[in-house]
Nanobody, 120 residues
Framework: NVHVRESGGDSVQAGGSLRLSCVASGVTVAMAWFRQVPGKEREGVASIDVLGPTTYEDSVKGRFSISRSDDKIKMFLQMNDLKPEDTGMYYC?????????????????WGQGTQVTVSS
């Protein structure tokens, strides 16, 4: 099993920035960020393959940037120009295969989440 742990969530004003971090106990092919608000399904935000390809949910394109460390066990999400609709619990996920589709079922390993709150 791979354990993942995320950090970096905070409360910010709209237009602000945050950087989320995730550290895994081992290298996996795919890592991703998902977010969830109460009463809604978990939605994919961004994902990254160990070789570099990335994908983003449409509403975050141009504002968020996903990256991995050289040792491939850390993942980051730089979030700029945050909007109130970005509010949610952000989860780090890791899996053995990557696809450009942000599907929660593709990821076997999940963190506990870190809360991001954006106020207007």
């Amino acid at each position: 099993n791979v354990h993942v742990r995320e950090s970096g969530g905070d409360s910010v004003q709209a237009g602000g920035s945050l950087r989320l971090s995730c550290v895994a106990s081992g290298v996996t092919v795919a890592m991703a960020w998902f977010r969830q608000v109460p009463g809604k399904e978990r939605e994919g935000v961004a994902s990254i393959d160990v070789l570099g390809p990335t994908t983003y949910e449409d509403s975050v394109k141009g504002r968020f940037s996903i990256s991995r460390s050289d040792d491939k066990i850390k993942m980051f999400l730089q979030m700029n120009d945050l909007k109130p609709e970005d509010t949610g619990m952000y989860y780090c996920a890791a899996g053995s295969t990557w696809s450009p589709q942000l599907r929660a079922r593709d990821y076997a390993y999940w963190g506990q989440g870190t809360q991001v709150t954006v106020s207007s």
